[in-house]
């Protein structure tokens, strides 16, 4: 029996979300092609994309509309998606073969396991989290993605120069991510004013974006750069 005192404290909670029967199929027929079965191994970027480019990895994808979307407008990257639920892996698997991308690879798994265990130190030319669950109740905070040991992996990852790309809709979330990322020595703030940045043009504006915007909400882009 696992011990409850020392269970990882997870960021995300796996829900039981139904398959469509699109996202199904497409987990069946398309994930030979653009997966990264789980394994133990570093990957050789060079190998499963079968070309030489920066790597940029962005981690809870929801249903992928942001990664297709970069990808198509940075072709000369590549980009591994990284997401614990299925009906959104299934949901990229169809865009991406709608759209013809090439330049994306998707991982099925929690994303400190995948760094930890398919990343080689300091390779990754970039880190995109948009949206992440900000875990609004006090009691919750622990579970928020964006704490000191979680920057530190990061950072492990990433090489010298490398851009850590954090956005949010929910202002006390982007207050702890900016605390948390002063207290990094890994890292410098790109911010002129020390906070916020405007949204870079590789960020692409969302259905999920516009409804928080419809609800009041300021969305807020943090840009870092790996020192």
């Known amino acids: 029996m696992t011990d409850e005192k020392h269970r990882p404290i997870r960021s995300f909670v796996v829900r039981g979300g139904r398959l469509t029967v699109a996202q199904q199929h497409a987990l069946d027929e398309l994930w030979p092609h653009y997966g990264i079965e789980t394994h133990e191994t570093v990957l050789d970027f060079d190998d499963y994309f079968e070309r030489p480019a920066d790597v940029i990895v962005e981690i809870g994808f929801g249903n992928g509309q942001s990664t297709w979307r970069m990808a198509e407008l940075e072709p000369d990257k590549n980009f591994i998606g990284v997401e614990v639920h299925e009906p959104g892996v299934g ?3 169809m865009a991406l073969d709608e759209h013809r991308i090439e330049n994306v690879r998707v991982a099925n ?4 396991v995948f760094l930890k265990q398919r990343i080689a130190p300091e390779t990754l030319a970039g880190v995109r989290i948009y949206f992440a669950d900000p875990w609004p109740k006090k009691r919750h905070h622990k579970r928020r993605i964006i704490q000191p040991d979680f920057v530190a992996l990061l950072a492990s990852c990433m090489r010298q120069g490398a851009i850590l790309h954090l956005a949010t809709d929910w202002q006390p979330y982007a ?19 020390g906070d916020y940045c405007d949204r870079p043009d590789w960020r692409p504006h969302t259905k999920y974006e516009k409804r ?11 840009l870092f750069e790996r020192v």
Do not use: P
């Not at 798994?109 to 400190?112: C, F, I, T």
């Not at 915007?213 to 807020?220: I, K, P, S």
């Open 91 to 93: 949901q990229l698997l």
């Open 109 to 112: 798994e929690d994303a400190v």
């Open 175 to 193: 207050d702890h991510m900016l605390e948390v990322m002063a207290d990094s020595s890994d890292f410098r703030n790109l911010s002129a004013t």
């Open 212 to 222: 928080g915007e419809n609800l009041g909400h300021e969305v807020r882009d943090m």
